[in-house]
């Protein structure tokens, strides 16, 4: 099985986001590298980009988004990630330190693991509103068979692919 996943069906936009049934987030926790990413303001101009989640006593994981900017500069963001009541771990409220802290996060969370491998090795990322998209890899590349395979999927979700870029 390339990634566990809700329904399998096509579903335009306008539907609800599937995510995944069960996220165990100590498996979840560490290194994700950024294999593509529908285009976003925050990080414009990043390259290299990964995200390092640590598991807190409190149940939360710590978020650590970096990437590095055209300038060759290192930059990154910390913050929270709270897993939403019954959802499983599948949907987070993810909130970031510093004036990203003013974005408000809506209750359902604005972080759904839409697909993930039993191995934990890849996830797609996405919103409910489908304007935000990330497929993640432990490695710094993903095997393209897979890769395509999590585009299809996230084209049947709704999102905009056309639009996804590295």
């Not at 926790?29 to 414009?44: C, I, K």
């Not at 807190?56 to 990630?81: I, P, W």
Request: proline share 7%; charged share 25%; with cysteine.
């Amino acid at each position: 099985m390339l990634f566990r996943s809700g329904a399998a069906r096509a579903a335009p936009a306008a539907d609800p986001l599937p995510t995944v049934r069960g996220v165990d987030l100590c498996r979840f926790a560490g290194r994700w590298h950024e294999v593509a990413r529908l285009p976003n303001a925050f990080q414009a101009g990043c390259c290299g980009s990964t995200a390092c989640y640590s598991v807190r006593g409190d149940g939360t994981l710590g978020v650590r988004n970096s990437c590095t900017k055209r300038s060759g500069r290192e930059v990154s963001v910390e913050g929270t990630a709270v897993p939403v009541p019954g959802s499983g771990n599948g949907r987070l409220r993810v909130r970031f330190d510093g004036l990203a802290r003013l974005v408000p996060v809506p209750r359902e969370g604005n972080y759904w693991i839409i697909a993930l491998d039993d191995d934990y090795r890849y996830a797609m990322v996405g919103t409910p509103d489908r304007r935000f998209l990330w497929i993640l890899s432990r490695t710094p590349a993903l095997d393209p068979e897979v890769e395509a395979c999590l585009r299809r999927r996230a084209a049947r979700l709704g999102f905009d692919v056309e639009r996804l870029g590295p």
